[in-house]
């Protein structure tokens, strides 16, 4: 039964590697951090990893983690209306409100099942979503599952986006969804002429801060930070694998009776397992880290400001960016590829981007500053860029 499927299966993963599109995983034996060190031994600086405040290693993190097994356990064994709540699973979604001022959160395995699981339980054929184009692909899958009538909008456009709320003038409830940073750029939409517009035609506004949330804002509490409209977005969706200790988890976060509809319909909240203890009790941890101090986030920033400046000094070129997201731009593909090899050689990991990823002719090397890097590590990849970067014709 299998030969024609398994020839039909070679033949196509033949084609990705034809089209150069097949994705090679590379093997890390150390913990994520600044510094790793790869399956050949090599200790390289890491400027690819969604680290940005450097707690997937930190040993606040990782000590609260093992006490939430020693008085959690280590499964739940169940979803959370059965028997998969505990008091810890009800004290992170507090806290998870507290920091983003809203009123009320649930938990996902991932952002992935939120956004996946956030549309279908509230949205029919009655109503519309406004959805950006580069909105991430968890989000788009969340829209396919819902009945609601579709809208796109060029991305981070608030003109095209006001013509679209025009087009979906007629529907009942509209929703109008965005991320909060788009990962390939850096860049963050304007999300409080977004809830200007929300409240002009009748539409709620729901972010996803998967990347912002713990970096964009003086204190890293996302884009109602830094709009300076906390509470007045309806719904963020957001992930405990990226900032808040890059582990596992996903959350929903908004109007509380929203929260409730989704813990009554919401399919990846009902039918998956409940987060396991020693992962809550890390996510309680670092919320009371992010209250405790603003050192991780200072930091952070710091390091973005100085790492950008010195790259544009050296002449590159460097798409504007409002997180901790830096894309160097090459516009070749071969070249982006080449010049993250040559990087490699010098022990940086980055890794270089080209379509379909990002637009056609817009190859680019994506830099992700993290509050683990120190100055040293910094001026390490300052000067492999310039080096490399002179080497290939990149800067003179
Ligand atoms: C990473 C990411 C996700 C997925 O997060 P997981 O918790 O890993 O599933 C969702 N949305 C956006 C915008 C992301 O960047």
Redesign the pocket.
Known sequence: MYDNFKEHLVKEIQSIKDAGLYKEERIIVSPQGAEITLESGQKVLNFCA?NYLGLSNHPELIKAAKEGMDTHGYGMSSVRFICGTTDLHKKLERKIADFFGTEDTIL????????GGVFEPLLTEEDAIISDEL?????IDGVRLCKAQRFRYKSADMEDLEKQLIAAKDARFKVIVS?????MDGHVPDVKKMVELGNKYGAMVMI????SAGVVGETGRGVTELFDIRGQVEMI??????SFGGA???FTTGKKEIIEMLRQRSRPYLFSNSLPPMVVNAGIRMFEMMDETNELQDKLHANTDYFIGKMKEAGFDIKPTQSAICAVMLYDAKLSQDMAARLLDEGIYVIGFYYPVVPKGKARIRVQLSAAHEKEHLDKAISAFNKVGKELGVIK
């Open positions: 969604n996902y395995a991932a952002a992935f099942d939120a956004n909105n991430h692909a968890s989000i991320d909060g940073v788009f990962s996803d801060e998967s990347h969706t957001g992930t405990l694998g990226k596992i988890g996903g």
